[in-house]
Structures are given as structure tokens and as C-alpha cells.
């Protein structure tokens, strides 16, 4: 039977989704085994009585807030604990919590910056910033306000901290969606896509991440990358932040240290908008900062890619054999997305992510890698952004 060029030209397409989607396969249970890998060998602890300050930068009521600051301060640490917390302006709804906290823990030691003069595009740098000043310690220990942690985090940081040469730790995290249906799908994308590919990157030696979730390091090291106000202008500043600390490495030998630990991210994206708005500023925060990487990640999407190659494939009029292989790969992925995700709920000691919020997750994600692609303009905490140079932003 002669295929006409459109036969011709949709089966080609079908053949390379079908190709990049079993490569997606095959990179899912490297994953899996790079995830039991990674958390094989337990955390090392600090014992030692170090003061700490936290920083924690705030912006708005987000769910649970008060709940997840308290985590901090229910800690195994013996040392003393300082917690900064810190808004751009005085009217930022975040204070209620920040009240409702320190009336909770009348022993702890909160401080609270109610004001930060903007310094550049980036609002967090200058909240940053501006908390710096009433930090009481030289160790300093800075967290995005939807994260939540374990009794032992401090001593497991510090633990990381204090190895030779060890510049700054970063920390991995899960989704917990606080907000309904769609923070249960961004929660899912988080602990079954984004972790596990760092992870990956991690143990290939292909990446050095440095995440909002924690960056820790002595005063010293964030005076010798130039304080925050270096990174007043840059979108992934948590990144920014991990490579100046690895440039000292030329001379002091430095690196970024991510324990074997996952802390917990407190989703609160209540609509889809606010979802995409999310994953989208991240995807093109990673294309600005890796971009040949970036377009190479497709493979990691493989349901989506093996669900194009069935609807590509059924275009074949009489040749059911194709979409059956089509079909069984569709399958193939689910497994071993699954796989993944059992891989990470033992890491974290959780239930298995639900296998629909995989599937919504996988799809979504898909769209936004397809939309990072192309995008200019993010929001922010509800300031639209523009990027200019990579990885830099202008308001």
C-alpha cells in the first residue's frame, strides 16, 4: 500500500514521540534507582550549641504560614535559635501570622523587619536585605516562607555545613498542597518531576543546585559574595547566590552541599492560573540558566510524549499493530512514573503520590515546558517581570 506524504510526514512524527517517549522511560527508572541511591546513606548531625539565625522572607497570608514558621522553632538544635522574619511593607498580610506566632512561642526569639527600600526587581533580595542588619549570628540559615521542617533540619544542615570545605547547604523538598485540588497537582509536580530530576542531575554530577528551600552559610561567605545586594536584579537568586559561593572554590575550595533530607513545600496555588504562573516562572528561570539542558529535558516527560505518539499513530488507518505498541508505551510510562513516585513517598516516609495527581501533573508540566520555551514575561508575587539578559529580571 503506497503512503501518501501526510501518512508519510505523521508517521515520522509519531516515530520520534514514540522514540523520545522510550527514552523518557528509560530515564524515569534511572531516577527511581538514583533516588534510592541518593538517600542510602543517613544525614550527618551537628551536636555542637551553634547559634543560628533563620531568615525568613514573607510576602502575604499564605496557608498554614504560622504553622510552618513554627516547624523552625521546633527544632533538636541545642544552640540558640534567632528567627528573622521580614515584609517589603507594613500593611503585608504575612504579619497576622507572624503575631499569632510569637504570641504561640513568647520564649522564642523573633525579630520582625516590617520595612525593605527595594533595591532592584527582585522584592525578596530586598526583603532580604533589609532583615540583615538584626541577624544576631554569624551562621545564617535562609528559607522560603512555604516551607516546613522536621525536629532534626538544623542539626542536619549544620551537620553539612560544618565538612571541610563546604560553603553553603541547600535542601531538597516534597509537595504538600494546602489549597485544594490544584496545590495537590503542583505538589505532585514537585515531589514526582522536579526533585527527581535534581536528583538525577545531582548524581550524574551535572548539576549544582542551590534552592530557596535553604541556603546556609557563615556571614562571612554571603560578605564575600558581595551581601545580597548582588542579586537585586536577578530572577533565580537562590541559584545566583550557590554559583558565587562555588566561584570562591578558585580559591578556598567551597562547594554547595545538598544532604540526603527532604523538607516539606506548602503549596498554595488555588487555581489553575496561579499554578501555571508558578512551574512557568521556574521552567523559565532554568531556561535562561541552562537552556541547552533545558530543550534537552523533553525526555523527561514521557507519558505526555507517549501519548502524542498514540494520537499521531492512530492516523494510520488499518495498522492496528502500531497503536497497540503505542499504547502499551503509554503504559510503560505510567509504570515507571509510578515507580518514581514510590521511590521518593519511601524517601520522604509518605503515602504514594495518587496516580491521577501524577497524570494531571505530567500534562501540565508538559504545557509549561512547551510555553518556557517561548516566554518573555512571568509574574512574580504579583509583579509581572520581564527578563532581560538571562537570567536577569526588570519589573
Request: charged share 10%; aromatic share 6%.
Amino acid at each position: 500500500m503506497h503512503l501518501g506524504p501526510t501518512m508519510t510526514a505523521t508517521g515520522s512524527i509519531s516515530a520520534a514521540f514514540a522514540l523520545l517517549a522510550m527514552i523518557g522511560v528509560g530515564y524515569q527508572l534511572y531516577a527511581a534507582w538514583a533516588i534510592r541511591r541518593f538517600f542510602a546513606a543517613p544525614p550527618v548531625l551537628c551536636a555542637d550549641p551553634l547559634p543560628v539565625s533563620l531568615l525568613k522572607p514573607l510576602h502575604g497570608a499564605e496557608p498554614m504560614l504560622a504553622a510552618n514558621l513554627a516547624s523552625f522553632l521546633a527544632t533538636d538544635h541545642l544552640g540558640p535559635v534567632q528567627m528573622v522574619c521580614g515584609v517589603n511593607a507594613p500593611d503585608d498580610a504575612a504579619l497576622a501570622s507572624v503575631a499569632a506566632l510569637i504570641a504561640a512561642h513568647p520564649g522564642a526569639d523573633i525579630t520582625l523587619s516590617t520595612s525593605a527600600p527595594a533595591l532592584g526587581a527582585n522584592g525578596k533580595i530586598s526583603n532580604l536585605a533589609a532583615m540583615l542588619p538584626l541577624a544576631s549570628h554569624d551562621i545564617l540559615v535562609l528559607s522560603d516562607s512555604d516551607m516546613a521542617v522536621a525536629p532534626a533540619y538544623l542539626p542536619q544542615v549544620l551537620g553539612a555545613l560544618l565538612q571541610p570545605g563546604v560553603g553553603a547547604v541547600s535542601c531538597l523538598y516534597v509537595g504538600r498542597g494546602d489549597a485544594g485540588v490544584w496545590s495537590r497537582i503542583g505538589a505532585a509536580m514537585i515531589t514526582t518531576q522536579s526533585t527527581p530530576n535534581i536528583i538525577v542531575g545531582l548524581t550524574g554530577g551535572l548539576a549544582r543546585p542551590c534552592m530557596g528551600s535553604t541556603i546556609a552559610l557563615r556571614r562571612e561567605t554571603l560578605d564575600a559574595i558581595g551581601g545580597f545586594e548582588r542579586f537585586a536584579d536577578v530572577l533565580a537568586d537562590d541559584y545566583a547566590m550557590g554559583e558565587a559561593v562555588a566561584a570562591l572554590g578558585q580559591d578556598g575550595g567551597l562547594t554547595v552541599a545538598v544532604p540526603p533530607i527532604l523538607l516539606t513545600h506548602a503549596g498554595a496555588e488555588g487555581s489553575l492560573g496561579e499554578l501555571w504562573r508558578h512551574f512557568l516562572r521556574w521552567a523559565v528561570t532554568i531556561r535562561d540558566l541552562r537552556p541547552g539542558g533545558h530543550v534537552g529535558s523533553v525526555v523527561t516527560h514521557p507519558l505526555p510524549l507517549a501519548l502524542l505518539a498514540l494520537i499521531f499513530t492512530g492516523f494510520f488507518a488499518g495498522n492496528p499493530g502500531m497503536v497497540v505498541l503505542s499504547a502499551l508505551l503509554v503504559v510503560a510510562a505510567l509504570a515507571a512514573r509510578q515507580m518514581v513516585a514510590r521511590a521518593m513517598a519511601r524517601a520522604c516516609g509518605k503515602a504514594d503520590t495518587p496516580l491521577w495527581c501524577i497524570a494531571a501533573g505530567d500534562m501540565l508540566g508538559f504545557m509549561v515546558y512547551g510555553a518556557s520555551l517561548f516566554a518573555r514575561r512571568i509574574e512574580w508575587r504579583g509583579t509581572r517581570l520581564t527578563m532581560t539578559t538571562p537570567g536577569r529580571i526588570s519589573a
